[in-house]
C-alpha cells in the first residue's frame, strides 16, 4: 500500500524549503540577458525568451523538490487543478497568442477548433465568471471552482493541455504531494501547495527585458509597460 505524505509532513518539508534553499535568481536573467544580444527580430526574442522562463520556473521547482525529498502525487490524466481561475496579465496574454500562432498549422487548427466550441459550450459560465471580482472578492477563487468550469486549454476527453509548453505560472506551480484523492475530494485541498513565489523571478526577467526593449525604442506587439498592469482572467484573454 502506497504510503503517502501527511499535511505535517509537507508542512515541515516546506518550512525547511524556506530556511534552507536559495532561489538562482540568475538563472532567470541570463535567459534575458542572453536574448538581448541575439541578431533576430524582436519578437522571437520575446517569445522565445518567455518559453525559456517558463522552462526554469519548472526546473527550479524540481530543484527545490530534490532539496528536501519532496515527490510529486500528479499524474498524467488528472486534471482537477484544471478547475482553478487563471490569472495572467496583457504581456503574458500577448505572448502566449503569439507562441500558439508559431505551433504547427495542424495543431494550431485543431486548438481553434476547441476553443469555438468551448465558448459556445459555456456561455453561461462565461457570464457569471465576467462577475468574479478577483481583485476585491477574497472568496473568488472557490466561487470560481464551485462553476466546474475548465480550462479553456484543456481536453476534457484526453484531461490534458492543450498549451502545455506554454502553460501559465499557475499551472506550474500548484502540486500535490499526497494522495491525489484529496484533489478527487475537494474543490480546494489544503493539502496542496503552490510555488507561485517564483513568479516573482519570472516577471522581475521578464520587466528587465522590456525595459531594455523599450530604451532601444522597439518593444515588438507589447505596449509597455501598460500591458503588465492589466490582469483577467485566462478565459477571458483567450475569447478576445
Same mark, same amino acid.
Given at each position: 500500500?502506497?504510503?503517502?505524505?501527511?499535511?505535517?509532513?509537507?508542512?515541515?518539508?516546506?518550512?525547511?524549503?524556506?530556511?534552507?534553499?536559495?532561489?538562482?535568481?540568475?538563472?532567470?536573467?541570463?535567459?534575458?540577458?542572453?536574448?538581448?544580444?541575439?541578431?533576430?527580430?524582436?519578437?522571437?526574442?520575446?517569445?522565445?525568451?518567455?518559453?525559456?522562463?517558463?522552462?526554469?520556473?519548472?526546473?527550479?521547482?524540481?530543484?527545490?523538490?530534490?532539496?528536501?525529498?519532496?515527490?510529486?502525487?500528479?499524474?498524467?490524466?488528472?486534471?482537477?487543478?484544471?478547475?482553478?481561475?487563471?490569472?495572467?496579465?496583457?504581456?503574458?496574454?500577448?505572448?502566449?497568442?503569439?507562441?500558439?500562432?508559431?505551433?504547427?498549422?495542424?495543431?494550431?487548427?485543431?486548438?481553434?477548433?476547441?476553443?469555438?466550441?468551448?465558448?459556445?459550450?459555456?456561455?453561461?459560465?462565461?457570464?457569471?465568471?465576467?462577475?468574479?471580482?478577483?481583485?476585491?472578492?477574497?472568496?473568488?477563487?472557490?466561487?470560481?471552482?464551485?462553476?466546474?468550469? @475548465?480550462?479553456?486549454?484543456?481536453?476534457?476527453?484526453?484531461?490534458?493541455?492543450?498549451?502545455?509548453?506554454?502553460?501559465?505560472? @499557475?499551472?506550474?506551480?500548484?502540486?500535490?504531494?499526497?494522495?491525489?484523492?484529496?484533489?478527487?475530494?475537494?474543490?480546494? @485541498?489544503?493539502?496542496?501547495?503552490?510555488?507561485?513565489?517564483?513568479?516573482?523571478?519570472?516577471?522581475?526577467?521578464?520587466?528587465?527585458?522590456?525595459?531594455?526593449?523599450?530604451?532601444?525604442?522597439?518593444?515588438?506587439?507589447?505596449?509597455?509597460?501598460?500591458?503588465?498592469?492589466?490582469?483577467?482572467?485566462?478565459?477571458?484573454?483567450?475569447?478576445?
Amino acid at each position: 500500500m502506497t504510503q503517502y505524505l501527511s499535511l505535517e509532513d509537507i508542512r515541515v518539508k516546506c518550512e525547511r524549503l524556506m530556511n534552507e534553499y536559495e532561489i538562482d535568481e540568475d538563472k532567470f536573467f541570463r535567459i534575458v540577458e542572453g536574448w538581448s544580444e541575439a541578431e533576430v527580430l524582436t519578437e522571437e526574442k520575446l517569445i522565445a525568451s518567455f518559453t525559456e522562463l517558463l522552462e526554469v520556473v519548472s526546473s527550479e521547482i524540481t530543484s527545490m523538490e530534490d532539496h528536501v525529498g519532496l515527490s510529486v502525487t500528479c499524474r498524467s490524466g488528472c486534471a482537477f487543478c484544471c478547475y482553478f481561475p487563471i490569472i495572467i496579465n496583457e504581456m503574458e496574454a500577448k505572448l502566449m497568442q503569439k507562441a500558439i500562432d508559431a505551433f504547427p498549422e495542424d495543431r494550431k487548427k485543431q486548438l481553434e477548433e476547441h476553443l469555438n466550441h468551448y465558448y459556445q459550450s459555456y456561455a453561461t459560465n462565461l457570464k457569471s465568471i465576467k462577475e468574479l471580482d478577483f481583485e476585491n472578492d477574497t472568496d473568488f477563487k472557490m466561487n470560481y471552482r464551485k462553476l466546474i468550469m @475548465p480550462c479553456p486549454l484543456l481536453n476534457t476527453e484526453t484531461n490534458q493541455c492543450m498549451a502545455y509548453e506554454i502553460r501559465p505560472i @499557475p499551472c506550474r506551480t500548484y502540486v500535490n504531494y499526497t494522495n491525489p484523492k484529496v484533489c478527487a475530494d475537494n474543490l480546494m @485541498p489544503k493539502e496542496t501547495i503552490s510555488f507561485e513565489f517564483l513568479y516573482g523571478e519570472y516577471m522581475g526577467a521578464l520587466n528587465e527585458f522590456l525595459q531594455f526593449l523599450y530604451e532601444e525604442g522597439d518593444t515588438g506587439f507589447i505596449q509597455y509597460p501598460d500591458d503588465l498592469y492589466r490582469e483577467d482572467y485566462l478565459v477571458n484573454w483567450l475569447n478576445r
